[in-house]
């Protein structure tokens, strides 16, 4: 079924007709406006603005606007676009191989091309830049590397002075010739120098040098404090594993040595270093031997041979190869043997509870030699963690037996 609008259209209404909720009203336009869709998408004209201007954006908010400035309606290839005065877009022409340049008001012009080879552009005091032969006066002034100038003569040549650069120069109307030796003040190395495949640049206390490369493979460079670098003398790995130790193998070269799990570093009987592997066996000793190198071995007897028990009576009676650990908060008497302990057997005792004292009472015939005392009567420890490990030397029959510490920690007191 076709819809049948209620209202109808203003056919005398003039300017735009829009319809909203179903009621078609007009605008009355301006005349040469253009126009725009405004807020509430009303419908409204812009302009129509003054002969030349151009129509810019508003952004997303606000109508167009034409702008203040006036533009030129066409253009000439190749012209330039300028502000002849304010407000006021002109242009310029173009001129073929020219230059852009500014009058002393600042106005922009195109200097045409001199049209003669060489020319140079030249500034002009109080007037625009102008081309200019290079013979003129004051057409080049100073080229300044150092207190060096260019200065041409009538016939167009230019000779220029080095200065204090180092350089000697001559010149002419078609070559520059430059000899010499720049010095360091100017960038130069002051000196002639050679090249070297491998070659080390450095500097003396004048100039520039090289040390030459050098031929062996793996040697490094040292310093010479204040003087010269130079290649060493031995070579040097590149790469060296973790923990490895460097190792001089010959008079002119140093090697890596890859270290052992739990080994010790021993020489043979030529000086050479080697790690020595862990025997494998708890107890073993690394023992001298010989003309031989060190080596693990079993022990056969002496302090390393003693077999380390805890006792926490308050009676201990040492014995031979046995070492004491004492445990007994409080006094703890303490006897040597009377029998089965000969020469170069040993025993030993530590006072392990910080309550315990310790006190070794000799029968008669019996001494113990601390460092340069002999104590016939008795020794005792004064802390916990004392040690005394003795030897002996005059083998133990009835009560007869003499001791020597070969190992004391802490203070014992002796009578």
């Known amino acids: 079924m076709a819809t049948i609008w209620a209202n109808a259209v203003n056919a005398t209404q003039a300017g735009v007709q829009t319809i909203n909720g179903g009621v078609w009203t007009g605008s009355v336009l301006t005349q ?84 003669t080879a060489n020319y140079i552009l030249t500034a002009n005091t109080g007037a625009p830049p102008s081309w200019q032969s290079v013979t003129a006066s004051g057409a080049v002034v100073i080229i300044d590397g150092d207190s060096g100038s260019a200065t041409p ?33 100017h960038g130069g190395t002051n000196a002639t120098l050679s090249a070297s495949n491998g070659g080390i640049f450095y500097s003396t206390a004048t100039g520039g040098a090289i040390l030459s490369g050098t031929a062996t493979a793996s040697q490094i460079l ?4 204040s003087s010269a670098p130079s290649w060493s003398s031995s070579t040097y790995p590149s790469f060296l594993s973790a923990n490895s130790l460097l190792i001089a193998a010959s008079t002119s070269a140093i090697v ?10 021993i020489t043979n009987n030529s000086g050479d270093v080697s790690w020595l592997a862990n025997s494998g066996t708890a107890g073993y000793v690394l023992t001298a031997n010989s003309g031989a190198p060190p080596s693990w071995q079993a022990t056969s007897g002496g302090i390393s041979a003693l077999n380390w028990a805890i006792n926490s009576t308050a009676s201990v009676a040492l014995s031979a190869g046995v070492g004491v650990l004492a445990t007994y908060a409080g006094a703890i008497a303490v006897s040597l043997p009377t029998s089965s302990a000969g ?35 008795s020794v005792a420890s004064q802390a916990q963690g004392d040690t005394l490990v003795l030897i002996n030397t005059v083998a133990a029959s009835g009560s007869a037996g003499a001791w020597v510490a070969i190992s004391v920690l802490g203070n014992w007191i002796g009578s």
Do not use: H, R
């Open 32 to 115: 040469y406006g253009v126009l725009v869709g405004g807020a509430s998408s009303a419908i409204s004209s812009v302009g129509p603005g003054t002969q030349y201007q151009i129509l810019q954006s508003g952004g997303g908010s606000a109508n167009p606007a034409y702008s203040t400035a006036t533009y030129p309606a066409t253009t000439t290839a190749n012209d330039i676009l300028y502000s002849s005065s304010s407000n006021v877009v002109g242009q310029i022409s173009s001129s073929a191989n020219g230059v852009l340049i500014s009058s002393n008001s600042s106005v922009p012009s195109w200097l045409a091309n001199s049209g």
């Open 153 to 185: 003569n009538s016939s167009g040549i230019v000779k220029i002075s080095g200065g204090t650069t180092g350089l000697t120069t001559s010149g002419s109307l078609a070559i520059l010739d430059i000899t010499g030796t720049l010095n360091l003040s």
């Open 222 to 225: 040292m310093s010479g404090a």
């Open 256 to 265: 890596g040595l890859s270290t052992a799990n739990d080994g010790v570093l």
């Open 343 to 377: 020469v170069g057997t040993a025993l030993g005792i530590t006072v392990v509870n910080a309550s315990g004292v310790a006190t070794i009472t000799m029968g008669t015939g019996q001494s113990i030699q601390i460092g340069s005392q002999t104590y016939s009567t």
